[in-house]
């Protein structure tokens, strides 16, 4: 899916638009690569996914972290991802009771991915960081910025509805 009609995508719509032209539960798994920072209401566009993605499938995002140089540069970038930022949708976490949304993930994975070609030094860094997110999201994401942030959130839809 894409906006740009000159693109080779199966469906031309803009994803600020609501409701998608897709079917409720049609996929097993979602891939959202350098798409959600472009758009205006990172909250319904997860209800969108939440709709049309089967219970217990999964959502991928690539996103740019929000201390990356990358993330200040393109004047289109609207939303900025840390390591908690799904957990308006999460339950247990401290700001999923003040959601005003219905919809529920399940936080399967976060994690700045390795550089392809890293070199152990570099690995294991990525290893101590992505082990210590909190910790370095407080005190160390400023002074060493990471660029790529990934998520896996697992949709979780009740039985009833």
Do not use: W
């Amino acid at each position: 899916m894409d906006v740009n009609p000159a693109s080779a995508a199966d469906i031309i719509h803009d994803l600020n638009e609501f409701p998608y032209p897709l079917a409720d539960d049609q996929f097993d798994e979602v891939i959202c690569e350098h798409v959600l920072e472009h758009l205006n209401d990172l909250i319904k566009v997860m209800e969108e996914l939440h709709r049309v993605v089967k219970p217990g499938g999964l959502i991928r995002i690539y996103a740019p972290y929000f201390t990356s140089i990358h993330q200040f540069r393109d004047p289109t970038h609207r939303i900025f991802f840390s390591a908690h930022t799904f957990d308006y949708f999460i339950p247990g976490t401290p700001v999923f009771e003040f959601r005003y949304s219905s919809v529920q993930f399940m936080l399967r994975k976060v994690e700045f991915p390795v550089t392809p070609g890293a070199g152990i030094g570099k690995q294991l860094m990525f290893r101590l960081i992505n082990g210590n997110l909190d910790f370095y999201e407080h005190h160390l994401a400023f002074i060493l910025p990471r660029h790529l942030i990934y998520y896996e959130l697992v949709v979780v839809k009740s039985e009833t509805a």
